[in-house]
């Protein structure tokens, strides 16, 4: 089983729609989680930042993580075309310097 | 505020030939300092750390190192390219001063074609 799994998508969306992006862990020692927004041919960049179970807002995203079911989320609101990227999950915890990545989700909003 | 660099943004080089790719940080002190390879599909493959000058930690053998000259400078070299080294290669820097715990932030990227 890997560490985290993340499904690849491609997801697409008419703009103004509700999106969900998730990713499930198996180690229980994760304690950090992060979400990186990836647009083509960019680095990643730090989108949201949580380290308890419950929701974390910042405008129209919402981050989500429930420990208990090691599952995490990001909800975007009205989305918008220029919210079309790659969203990778991440986490870290335990005595792991190391950052484990999801594999990443293509999101496309069409106009 | 804190800002990484890389470069060159994008490089195609022969195969066999030599490579030196380099990241700075700017905005903040004894950084925790990575390299990066990402390919299609295959998700972000750490390949060096470091938390300070001249300690490397290597996470997958390779035909790639890094060394860390300075305390915000990091470089990812190789002596003989390999088909196989084209990529995507990323620098992050996390710890330090001015930042959130363990989170890293990346640069622009290099995207290496190696022909």
Redesign the interface.
């Known amino acids: 089983q890997k560490e985290v799994e993340q499904d690849p998508g491609p997801l697409s969306v008419p703009e103004g729609a509700i999106v969900s992006l998730n990713c499930t862990y198996s180690n229980s020692a994760f304690q950090y989680f992060m979400w990186y927004r990836q647009y083509s041919r960019k680095g990643p960049e730090l989108l949201m930042y949580t380290y308890s179970s419950g929701n974390k807002e910042d405008g129209r995203f919402t981050a989500q993580v429930d420990k208990s079911s090691k599952y995490i989320s990001l909800f975007i609101r009205d989305s918008q075309p220029s919210d079309s990227a790659t969203y990778l999950c991440a986490m870290i915890g335990g005595s792991n310097y190391k950052l484990t990545f999801g594999k990443g989700t293509l999101l496309t909003v069409n106009p | 505020s804190q800002t990484i660099h890389?470069w060159p943004a994008t490089l195609v080089q022969p195969v066999g030939s030599p490579l030196s790719l380099e990241c700075t940080v700017e905005g903040t002190s004894n950084p925790?300092l990575y390299w990066y390879r990402q390919a299609a599909?295959?998700?972000?493959q750490?390949l060096f750390?470091s938390v300070g000058i001249g300690q490397i930690s290597s996470?997958v053998p390779q035909n790639l190192s890094a060394s860390r000259p300075q305390d915000r400078q990091f470089i990812l070299s190789s002596k003989k390219l390999l088909l196989s080294d084209s990529g995507?290669y990323?620098c992050a820097w996390s710890g330090g001063v001015g930042s959130?715990?363990?989170?890293?932030?990346?640069?622009?990227?290099t995207?290496l074609t190696v022909l």
């Open positions: 890389q925790n599909g295959r998700g972000l750490l750390y996470e995507f990323l959130v715990t363990d989170t890293q932030y990346f640069g622009p990227g995207r």
